[in-house]
């Protein structure tokens, strides 16, 4: 607890001698003339007790009883002792809620509203307003929890949550999903909230060499600085599907990861595609990142000279400094773009390729006939 931290005492709070003070005060005959470590320690506590603030506590020790110490010191002794307000039992809630109030709560809550919705939900149901903090007390007085665990509340247990991950893994092709999207999966898929630690352990049990495998791919990332908003759009083709006849072509905001557009057709490697996709967004967004950055790559040659001069008329700047708003680098230096090309490889490549695979098998899709290419996707 720091000095700032205490809260102001007014004069009369000050003098604890007041007949008018509600506080009881340790009996200073009962101590010592030297008071010892466990004399101190009984004073603080009696008094902490009784919620008194750290500057009236000071005062007691120092005039009533004469032991010269600094806050800093009286801080410090707390800490150890375990006699901080934060050590202190905490005292249950009691809110006289109306039941107009709590039926609004309970309602709002049984439809998964955050706390937002819930205040707009309040002022609307009772024409009350009240704050954010007020309605997460509302909350903690009706024993209501945001994150919903429906194995501790019984709608499932461990097994059945092991089972729905299993399906999951073998029928909805997400074999390669990591804990945290194997979460998002069971929410949306099958409407069961279960804790992130134990969909961790449940995929470790059902895939030991999985997780392994995916703990050996994480690696630490070098500091990227960006801006802001639209400061950077970083943009990059993916090839790994173009086996099977599709190729992306993808623009990120490199400072909020939001995917600006994404363009699947039969080539990404055409200039004239990806300058018009570049001329597509521009229109869409209301304008011009500050800066794009790209490989060297000759599909990029018609949308730099967009940007270019698109910075270079409507920026009131010469071509020589419009010409750094376009920045050419190395692919594996491009880590915002390529951070999603991964995320894609390992969470949705492997289920779009088992798809096309199997219609391949049954005859429904002939990769090589351009019609089916252009009409399939």
């Known amino acids: 607890m720091q000095p700032s931290d205490l809260p102001d005492i007014s004069n009369e709070e000050f003098e604890g001698s007041s007949a008018s003070s509600s506080v009881s005060y340790p009996d200073r005959s009962d101590f010592p003339d030297i008071l010892s470590e466990s004399d101190i320690k009984e004073a603080i506590a009696s008094l902490v007790s009784q919620g008194q603030p750290g500057s009236e506590i000071l005062r007691f020790l120092q005039q009533e009883c004469g032991v010269p110490i600094s806050l800093r010191t009286l801080n410090r002794w707390r800490a150890e002792w375990g006699l901080r307000n934060c050590d202190l039992p905490k005292q249950p809630l009691s809110y006289n809620l109306s039941p107009q109030i709590k039926a609004s709560i309970l309602c709002s ?25 007020t309605i997460e ?17 019984g709608k499932v247990n461990r097994e059945e949550a092991k089972s729905l991950i299993d399906h ?18 069971l929410i949306q898929e099958y409407q069961t909230h279960i804790p992130r630690l ?4 449940l995929l470790g049990e059902l895939d030991a060499q999985g997780m392994a495998e995916r703990l050996r791919h994480a690696c630490k990332r070098r500091v990227f ?3 802001g908003p639209n400061h950077i759009w970083s943009a990059d083709g993916h090839d790994k599907l173009k086996p099977y006849g599709i190729t992306v072509y993808g623009f990120i905001d490199a400072w909020s990861r939001k995917i600006l557009g994404m363009y699947a057709h039969v080539t990404n490697n055409d200039p004239r595609h990806v300058g018009v996709y570049f001329l597509q967004l521009a229109a869409a967004s ?21 940007q270019i001069q698109l910075t ?14 376009m920045h050419f680098t190395k692919s594996i230096h491009n880590q915002k773009i390529e951070s999603l090309w991964s995320r894609m490889m390992k969470e949705h490549n492997r289920a779009v390729i088992d798809i096309i695979l199997k219609e391949m098998e049954d005859g429904s899709y002939n990769q090589d006939n351009k019609v089916q290419r252009q009409a399939h996707y």
């Open 312 to 325: 270079q008329n409507y920026g009131g700047i010469t071509f020589q400094e419009a010409n750094p708003h």
């Open 168 to 185: 999951a893994v073998t029928q909805l092709l997400s074999n390669s999903a990591g804990y945290r999207r194997m979460r998002q999966i």
């Open 198 to 201: 134990l969909v961790n352990k």
């Open 137 to 153: 007390r509302y909350l903690a007085c009706l024993d209501l929890k945001q994150q919903r665990n429906d194995i501790a509340d």
């Open 225 to 227: 600085r960006v801006d």
């Open 286 to 306: 209301g304008g011009i990142p500050l800066k794009v950055t790209t490989d060297h790559g000759t599909e990029t040659m018609d949308k730099a000279a967009y």
């Open 109 to 133: 809550h049984q439809q998964q509203f955050t706390v937002s919705q819930m205040r707009s939900r309040l002022t609307e149901d009772t024409g009350q307003e009240v704050s954010h903090r």
